[in-house]
């Protein structure tokens, strides 16, 4: 009888154990939609051909390790190990040093996992890895929770070019709450980040907008009331009519950067669920939010002139040439430009060299209590070496 019960107890162990074992991955492949990123932009990672020790097909329910060196990867269960210190515990940390953004993903029965990666928004970084591992753990999720994945060994690893070049971010976070009557609370909270590549206009105080792309919108809001609760969910957020030129405004004396002269790039906000009345913006203008204390009509009214005095080329149809439209700049912006730089844009942080940045907010005057309604809005200048 004990002998017919070790043997029970043993089938058993063997059915649980035997399929991680045997099946667990030794070998897979990582292909990326592209190879060479602007900063902040996401690429699809197809993870396939999980073959094991014998070159056989993985088992669906294996948990893989993604790590990434820079940047984030968007989607997966975040790697919550945090080591005390003990053998065990210190057993439980991949082989590789786990400096950068990590996920654990369960393989399912297709065989493949699809991994959104967004590469760094900022920094000197040329080049990023994808490494991916295997690990020990299987079974139920409900008995080995995906993030507490065993350490495992490296099966694959790809690798990303990060191509930086001049371009702006431009970040605008918005939150409203207000009640309405009795019992009915209203609350929206909007977030959006731009990347604007950029390249030397022909005089030496311009930059001449290549490419604008939204890298993240979210937008959500909320009606809710004593027996009731509607919401809307922004689903998309397309840019319009936002100006081709940047204007730099230059210190006289060293030609160092300022400020900028850029308008705010409105956004046309799609939005899906219940019907708010008076519900969520549909244009979002990602741009200055502090109070505009220029004042000068007039000085706008001059620069939005002086855009059409620009040559598109070094020497245009009718002879202006850069150096003379340099020289007209410099005399126009000595003249109006501390009024027509918006606070916001405004340089207030950065290396005087390659980065720039600057930042403002709003809040409404009559906030008070639980009610309140803010903007946030900050701007970053990265100019290529």
């Known amino acids: 009888m004990k002998k017919i019960f070790y043997i029970l107890v043993f089938t058993i162990l063997l059915s649980i154990y035997l399929p991680a074992n045997i099946l667990m991955p030794v070998t897979a ?92 928004l900022r920094g000197k970084i040329s080049e990023v890895e994808i490494e991916v591992f295997n690990s020990p753990a299987y079974g139920s999720t409900a008995v080995k929770p995906l993030d507490t994945a065993t350490k495992g060994r490296l099966i694959a690893n790809l690798k990303l070019s990060i191509k930086r070049g001049t371009y702006f971010l431009l970040n605008y976070e918005e939150k409203k709450r207000s009640k309405r009557g009795v019992s009915v609370v209203y609350t929206h909270e909007i977030k959006a980040v731009i990347r604007i590549d950029c390249e030397p206009w022909v005089t030496g105080n311009m930059l001449q907008l290549k490419n604008l792309v939204v890298l993240e919108f979210k937008g959500k809001a909320d009606l809710i009331s004593k027996n009731d609760h509607k919401e809307q969910n922004a689903v998309s957020a397309k840019p319009f009519a936002y100006n081709a030129l940047v204007l730099l405004h230059l210190d006289p004396e060293n030609e160092k950067i300022q400020g900028i002269i850029y308008e705010p790039v409105p956004l046309n906000v799609a939005w899906q669920g219940d019907e708010i009345p008076e519900g969520p913006p549909d244009v979002v203008r990602v741009g200055p939010v502090s109070k505009d204390e220029r004042g000068s009509g007039e000085a706008r009214f001059q620069g939005y002139k002086m855009k059409f005095d620009f040559p598109k080329s070094r020497q245009d149809f009718k002879g202006k040439t850069a150096k003379r439209v340099r020289r007209m700049q410099q005399f126009l912006l000595q003249n109006f430009a501390a009024t027509q730089v918006h606070p916001d844009h405004i340089v207030k942080k950065g290396n005087g060299k390659t980065f720039f940045g600057g930042q403002g907010k709003w809040e409404k005057k009559k906030s008070s209590g639980s009610n309140f309604h803010k903007k946030t809005y900050t701007w970053e200048l990265h100019i290529s070496e």
Do not use: C, H
């Open 29 to 120: 492949d990582a292909k990326a939609e592209k190879s060479v990123l602007r900063p902040g932009e996401t690429v699809k990672i197809t993870l396939l051909n999980f073959r094991d020790q014998n070159n056989r097909p993985a088992s669906s329910g294996e948990r893989i390790i993604v790590r990434s060196s820079n940047g984030l990867i968007m989607d997966g269960t975040t790697w919550s190990f945090v080591g005390t210190g003990s053998d065990e515990e210190a057993d439980s940390v991949p082989l590789v040093p786990l400096t950068g953004n990590t996920k654990v993903f369960l393989l399912g029965s297709d065989g493949r996992i699809e991994v959104y990666y967004r590469a760094p």
